[in-house]
């Protein structure tokens, strides 16, 4: 029960930090864009779309990288899930808030799938440096207490 309920508190918390972040960096976009084609405002219902948006964005994510929902599955299957999740989620999202404006052609289909499948990697690469360095420490670790266990045993 206690680890339930440290993973709702873990869930709460990233929600209310990844909402207030992902409606932050989203509002700056909107505001670029905004200046860049000469629009003097935005609109109560595009705020309201966008925090919406950020926040099931926020959800799937939660929903993959923390235990609540889903317990035993590696990292490598959460992200591929979750990489899958959210890119279906953003084309739907793109249009609800009328980023894209037409189907696309196949070229801007091919960019979008490239970006997802380029960051889905550099994750991926990451991910193995880092396990390969954690594993290095665990190591060395381990054989600093194999040699103070031995020298306690007079072996």
């Given at each position: 029960m206690y680890k339930y309920k440290e993973e709702l508190?873990?869930?709460l918390a990233w929600m209310r930090n990844g909402t207030a972040f992902c409606t932050t960096w989203f509002l700056i976009l909107m505001l670029i864009y905004n200046s860049i084609y000469n629009i003097p405002a935005i609109s109560t219902n595009m705020l309201i779309?966008?925090?919406?948006?950020s926040l099931g964005?926020?959800?799937?994510?939660?929903?993959?990288?923390?235990?609540l929902f889903i317990k035993k599955w590696s990292f490598i299957k959460r992200l591929t899930?979750?990489?899958?999740?959210?890119?279906?989620?953003?084309?739907?999202?793109?249009?609800?808030?009328?980023?894209?404006?037409?189907?696309?052609n196949i070229?801007?289909?091919?960019?979008?799938?490239?970006?997802?499948?380029?960051?889905?990697?550099?994750?991926?690469?990451?991910?193995?440096q880092y396990?390969?360095?954690?594993?290095?420490?665990?190591?060395?670790s381990l054989r600093v207490y194999?040699?103070?266990r031995s020298s306690e045993n007079g072996k």
């Open positions: 508190l873990k869930f779309r966008l925090i919406f948006f964005g926020v959800f799937l994510f939660n929903l993959f990288f923390t235990c899930g979750f990489m899958i999740a959210i890119s279906l989620y953003e084309c739907g999202g793109f249009y609800w808030l009328d980023f894209f404006q037409s189907q696309g070229i801007e289909w091919l960019i979008f799938v490239g970006i997802v499948l380029a960051l889905y990697f550099c994750c991926v690469v990451i991910y193995q396990s390969k360095k954690q594993g290095e420490i665990y190591t060395k194999q040699q103070k």
